[in-house]
């Protein structure tokens, strides 16, 4: 149980600092302790595991990660809640707290130099909504060794994220994250549940990455690439989409000797159909 998030834990802190909640950084404090607890339970993290976590905060879900995992790294972008987060979880000698902005980090580095006692290695976090999208596409593109995300998010991009094709909510995150992890929808969490309350409501979100992938395309590169052109332009056809990043006779040869219709939609298309697109484009254009 976090003693630190609670609602008057959270006010008691931000007026003693002469803080309010930042917007640009997509402050938005959990004061709910079932759903803390909840959170930290679908990672099912022991004292065999490390964890990092995205956007500390005043250290509510840290606490919580700090009781249960062997070591806690927290990203911290905001300098002005590092002291606070230090003096809140100063009782805990397995908590590393770097003001660095996730985005900029090299993430496998980090690992490597402070998590590295550790076999798994999980990110449990409460994300900031403005970047969820560049962080989870940031960390599942990278190279690492992390295995598990129990990850709070806008509900809008969790049903993005566990989007299936013919979807509404399908689209270039869900073919990525279905590339490298297997996603479920743990819990929806009302916006009621912070301060300040958010405009929407939320929902955490696991993702189990693969160990040995279903399927792998020949280029990783060539495959986001795809994928971030595909999706351009939601209204356009497959093809429309593809020439914008593509020759277009290459585009039309491609698609006739696949035998995928010009006049379908990107959201149409499996992830086997992705991977087969990547691929023709690796062994027939040069990167």
Same mark, same amino acid.
């Given at each position: 149980?976090?003693?630190?998030?609670?609602?008057?834990?959270?006010?008691?802190?931000?007026?003693?600092?002469?803080?309010?909640?930042?917007?640009?950084?997509?402050?938005?404090?959990?004061?709910?302790?079932?759903?803390?607890?909840?959170?930290?339970?679908?990672?099912?993290?022991?004292?065999?595991?490390?964890?990092?976590?995205?956007?500390?905060?005043?250290?509510?879900?840290?606490?919580?990660?700090?009781?249960?995992? %062997?070591? $806690?790294?927290?990203?911290?972008? #905001?300098?002005?809640? =590092?002291? /606070?987060? &230090?003096?809140?979880? +100063?009782?805990? %000698?397995? $908590?590393?707290?770097?003001?660095? #902005?996730?985005?900029? =980090?090299? /993430?496998? &580095?980090?690992?490597? +130099?402070?998590?590295?006692?550790?076999?798994?290695?999980?990110?449990?976090?409460?994300?900031?909504?403005?970047?969820?999208?560049?962080?989870?596409?940031?960390?599942?593109?990278?190279?690492?060794?992390?295995?598990?995300?129990?990850?709070?998010?806008?509900?809008?991009?969790?049903?993005?994220?566990?989007?299936?094709?013919?979807?509404?909510?399908?689209?270039?995150?869900?073919?990525?994250?279905?590339?490298?992890?297997?996603?479920?929808?743990?819990?929806?969490?009302?916006?009621?549940?912070?301060?300040?309350?958010?405009?929407?409501?939320?929902?955490?979100?696991?993702?189990?990455?693969?160990?040995?992938?279903?399927?792998?395309?020949?280029?990783?590169?060539?495959?986001?690439?795809?994928?971030?052109?595909?999706?351009?332009?939601?209204?356009?056809?497959?093809?429309?989409?593809?020439?914008?990043?593509?020759?277009?006779?290459?585009?039309?040869?491609?698609?006739?000797?696949?035998?995928?219709?010009?006049?379908?939609?990107?959201?149409?298309?499996?992830?086997?159909?992705?991977?087969?697109?990547?691929?023709?484009?690796?062994?027939?254009?040069?990167?």
């Amino acid at each position: 149980m976090s003693r630190i998030g609670n609602v008057n834990f959270v006010n008691k802190s931000l007026n003693q600092n002469n803080l309010t909640a930042k917007k640009k950084f997509g402050q938005n404090f959990l004061t709910d302790q079932n759903i803390l607890k909840q959170i930290v339970a679908a990672s099912r993290v022991t004292k065999e595991d490390a964890v990092i976590e995205i956007g500390g905060g005043l250290g509510a879900l840290t606490e919580v990660l700090a009781i249960n995992a %062997g070591k $806690v790294l927290t990203y911290e972008i #905001d300098k002005d809640l =590092v002291p /606070i987060l &230090k003096n809140n979880l +100063q009782a805990f %000698g397995n $908590v590393i707290i770097l003001n660095e #902005d996730i985005l900029k =980090v090299d /993430i496998a &580095k980090d690992i490597e +130099q402070y998590l590295n006692d550790f076999k798994n290695i999980y990110v449990v976090a409460n994300l900031p909504y403005y970047i969820t999208t560049p962080i989870i596409l940031k960390l599942l593109e990278a190279d690492t060794r992390i295995s598990r995300y129990v990850v709070m998010m806008q509900l809008e991009v969790a049903d993005r994220i566990c989007g299936k094709p013919k979807t509404k909510d399908y689209n270039a995150l869900s073919v990525v994250v279905a590339y490298r992890a297997k996603a479920t929808k743990v819990l929806k969490v009302p916006r009621t549940v912070f301060i300040p309350a958010p405009n929407v409501d939320s929902a955490v979100v696991c993702l189990d990455v693969y160990q040995e992938m279903p399927i792998k395309a020949l280029n990783d590169e060539d495959f986001y690439k795809l994928l971030r052109i595909s999706f351009m332009q939601r209204r356009k056809t497959f093809y429309n989409n593809l020439i914008l990043g593509y020759d277009k006779e290459f585009v039309k040869k491609m698609l006739e000797d696949l035998r995928i219709k010009p006049s379908i939609r990107a959201e149409a298309l499996e992830l086997k159909d992705f991977v087969l697109l990547s691929d023709y484009i690796t062994q027939n254009l040069a990167i």
